[in-house]
């Protein structure tokens, strides 16, 4: 049971704890702010699986199914969580992949998590791994997504309050752990609109829910939300409990949105079928991390490049930042890279450890270096004081000495921030892969078996279960994506690389000890060189090393290392150009692909304001799914989309919001261009 759901205000934006955390018995947490116990004193873990696992049938329940989703009100210390994957790991018959969602608007420090469960020597193995992943310091609100049990557990956790997060996530969820402080303690979350949420949020073949209370308001709300309620003996000292289910009616088709009309049937997902064998068009960044995503599922997947090596382009730079993209509001771009940023870091940083990914985490210092940049850190900071663990505030004395030169200004540091080597990462991804190099793929056909995909010179590959198009300009080549011309565009970078005896070093130290972001960047030395620039040449296709951009880059780095830039000149240096993709929006494009002629036809007169009810669900090309137009942020960008795509081919819980979801959705464009009478049916 867990504190959350209060709906006091929250300063800044940031997450607050709901009161302090106190002890009771030794190690059985209790809020003073609620009144309540965490869990049973007398043996939380025994209440857990009495009320939960046996309350939902655990582990007959998955044994035969591919995924089992478990879905929760309140993740509190994890004991449930860690309950739910011990019975898991011990069953013989268990499902191939489990997934717990669970909600939590004031998550515990990791010091008082593993604290809590030190009375259950059993589940150390399991506490210890979770504590591992715990990352309180960054834990902003929105959807983390966490891999254990080398992909074989996904725990996703909806940070904030339960009813708005169930209610704006899609789930699937096969079985319910309904958990919480007593209604009595905590009457604002035991709300008709959490359990229409938990409806709404359940796999549409049925699912199951448990919950320790016999509240009058509990089977009220599950009732009206469509629940067929039982009352099974409580646990210990308590005289009831509940148990419900709720079925697929009889006169309804298997869809994702069983239980409620979409208001925008224009950005349903489509019903995947299982797919055995997948094809990537596209040997960067986004195509490896699609590739890998989906190996770590099972799935056979086959990567084609049309390049001689992978990581040909923006992803064969020597040194990218791994940097966040966090903002002082709620916007949408700043959601969507802030997520990816949390994502990215934890699968690096794993990589990294494993001595797979070449990475340096560093540190990341964000010059403040006019009034507009002055502004926007104030701002951040003001939302993300109490978070020192992801971003805290340097004056310029303070940014010298972090970064081992003289800076003249202040700015932000961003401690769990670094460089990466690109190349170590997309080989680290494609690892097992089949890679299919020097080859273009030009068409993507229909066969009785799935999809065949057509080379150049004619050359036939597949049947593949799905395509992923996770190339850059190329995708607008391509039949199924041809619509995107407008959408995507080029933007030439060119970096340039400064041999690292050009930096003078003051003391014994390295010169440059962490990254420095300004309007450009510079790295620390990798193999005796810095990379530094970089240019954005927008709808320039060309990849020349040009002396021009090389003066540019000096020019900016200029404005930040004046005596390091005056030592150098364009003749000197070496460097690198390529391009990134960018849409119009800067978001990027993530989802199915949607069939272009086929959404005018259906929704051709939806500027006229008509309910989404009348509309049918989204049209798309069956099978085809589009990565695509990161721009300069595929290093925080590509890992989660290829999270994204693989749960969504793979009929798994989604790593992101529907809000979100809807934001990167390729259909957009074609949906703003309707409404806003753009385009035309």
Not at 156 to 182: K, M, P, Q, R, V
Not at 411 to 434: E, Q, T
Request: net charge negative.
């Amino acid at each position: 049971m867990t504190a959350k759901d209060v709906t006091e205000p929250v300063a800044g934006n940031a997450l607050q704890p709901a009161g302090e955390i106190t002890w009771q018995d030794g190690d059985v947490p209790f809020s003073p702010y609620f009144g309540d116990i965490y869990f049973n004193p007398k043996d939380g873990l025994a209440e857990t699986r009495y009320v939960f696992l046996e309350g939902n049938n655990l582990p007959n329940a998955w044994q035969e199914h591919e995924n089992f989703a478990i879905g929760e009100t309140g993740f509190g210390t994890g004991l449930n969580f860690l309950a739910a994957w011990q019975c898991w790991d011990s069953d013989p018959k268990h499902s191939k992949r489990l997934h717990f969602v669970s909600v939590e608007k004031y998550p515990l420090s990791r010091d008082d998590m593993i604290r809590a469960h030190r009375s259950w020597s059993e589940l150390a193995h399991y506490s210890q791994q979770l504590a591992d992943i715990w990352p309180h310091e960054s834990m902003l609100p929105g959807v983390h997504r966490f891999s254990l049990a080398d992909g074989d557990v996904n725990l996703t956790l909806l940070i904030g309050d339960a009813i708005e997060s169930w209610a704006g996530y899609e789930g699937n969820i096969d079985c319910w752990f309904l958990d919480g402080f007593a209604p009595s303690r905590n009457p604002d979350m035991w709300n008709p609109d959490l359990f229409a949420a938990l409806a709404n949020a359940s796999n549409p073949r049925g699912v199951s829910l448990a919950t320790f209370t016999a509240a009058r308001i509990v089977r009220d709300g599950l009732e009206s939300a469509g629940f067929e309620i039982s009352k099974r003996k409580g646990f210990g000292y308590k005289r009831d409990m509940i148990t419900a289910t709720l079925s697929k009616p009889d006169n309804t088709t298997e869809t994702p949105h069983l239980f409620e009309i979409a208001d925008d049937p224009w950005f349903n997902l489509p019903r995947p079928s299982k797919a055995k064998s997948v094809a990537v068009i596209g040997g960067g960044l986004a195509g490896a991390a699609c590739a890998e995503a989906l190996k770590t599922r099972g799935v056979a997947v086959t990567l084609f490049e049309k390049a001689e090596q992978l990581a040909n382009a923006a992803s064969g730079n020597p040194t990218g930042m791994l940097e966040p993209y966090l903002t002082a509001d709620d916007a949408i771009m700043g959601r969507f890279y802030e997520a990816g940023y949390r994502f990215s870091h934890h699968k690096i940083k794993k990589l990294a450890d494993q001595g797979l990914v070449e990475a340096d985490f560093c540190g990341v210092i964000d010059l403040a270096t006019s009034a507009r940049k002055r502004e926007r850190l104030a701002g951040l900071i003001k939302r993300l004081a109490d978070k020192t663990g992801l971003v805290e505030t340097l004056d310029r004395d303070q940014a010298s000495e972090r970064f081992g030169l003289p800076l003249q200004h202040d700015g932000v540091f961003y401690p769990s921030a670094g460089w990466v080597n690109p190349p170590s990462l997309v080989r680290a991804f494609s690892f097992g892969i089949d890679v299919r190099l020097s080859t273009t793929i030009t068409a993507i056909g229909e066969s009785e078996q799935g999809k065949v995909l057509t080379d150049e010179n004619g050359a036939s590959y597949g049947p593949f279960d799905a395509v992923i198009i996770a190339g850059a300009l190329e995708t607008q080549m391509l039949h199924q994506t041809r619509w995107l011309t407008d959408q995507l565009n080029p933007v030439r970078g060119q970096i340039s690389f400064l041999p690292e005896e050009v930096v003078p070093k003051p003391g014994n130290g390295a010169a440059i000890k962490c990254v420095l972001s300004h309007k450009g960047y510079i790295t620390p030395a990798r193999n005796g060189m810095h990379v530094f620039g970089a240019t954005f040449g927008r709808d320039d296709t060309a990849t020349d090393l040009r002396q021009d951009d090389h003066a540019f880059n000096i020019a900016q780095l200029g404005k930040v290392l004046p005596e390091v830039a005056a030592k150098l000149s364009p003749e000197m240096l070496d460097g690198r150009a390529s391009l990134r993709t960018t849409t119009t929006d800067h978001l990027p494009l993530i989802g199915p692909a949607p069939d272009f002629d086929a959404y005018l036809a259906s929704y051709g007169d939806i500027d006229k304001g008509k309910k989404g009810a009348r509309y049918i669900d989204a049209p798309y090309h069956k099978g085809v799914y589009i990565c695509s137009g990161f721009g300069a942020r595929g290093l925080i960008g590509a890992p989660l989309a290829a999270e994204i795509l693989a749960s969504e081919i793979c009929d798994m819980p989604l790593p992101l919001e529907k809000a979100l979801m809807h934001a990167i959705h390729p259909a957009r464009f074609i949906v703003r261009g309707l409404k806003r009478r753009q385009i035309t049916a």
